[in-house]
């Protein structure tokens, strides 16, 4: 892997946690700012088909986004680029902990596709999936 490489990954690992982060605290202008406006994502526990267009996501994260769980780890991630593309892959295991039970965990496989456009890195594709 080249430095330009190393120093992309690390670019797209940060704009991936600030998405993360954007959609647990109900953040929509963090989110817009590296989504294109026709991004599609697969999505299975919100519908079985494919979801298209910036706004589905927009109004999920006004509505309050994802809870807010004590904590978010990206488990295993892996950058592939390619030009001005780039595929973020990464099992996200949520933590929410309870004052009156066990802390509770629950995974989910994600894909990211990321394109450059005029400078910005921007997700164009997203694809989640349940991790056992």
Partial sequence: ????????????L???????HAMYTADPEAHRAHSTEDMSAFEWYIAPYRVDGLDFHLDLIRGGGNGSPSR???LTPR???????AIVCYTLLKTTLSATGPAEFSR???TR???KQDGVWKMAHLHKSPAA
Avoid at 1 to 12: F, G, H, L, Q, R
Avoid at 14 to 20: D, E, H, N, V
């Fill in 79 to 85: 950058v592939q680029v390619h030009g001005d593309t």
């Fill in 14 to 20: 940060a704009i991936t946690r600030k998405m993360l």
């Fill in 108 to 110: 989910i496989n994600e």
């Fill in 113 to 115: 596709v990321f394109v």
């Fill in 72 to 74: 978010l780890d990206m």
């Fill in 1 to 12: 892997m080249t430095s330009e490489d190393k120093a992309v990954e690390a670019e797209v």
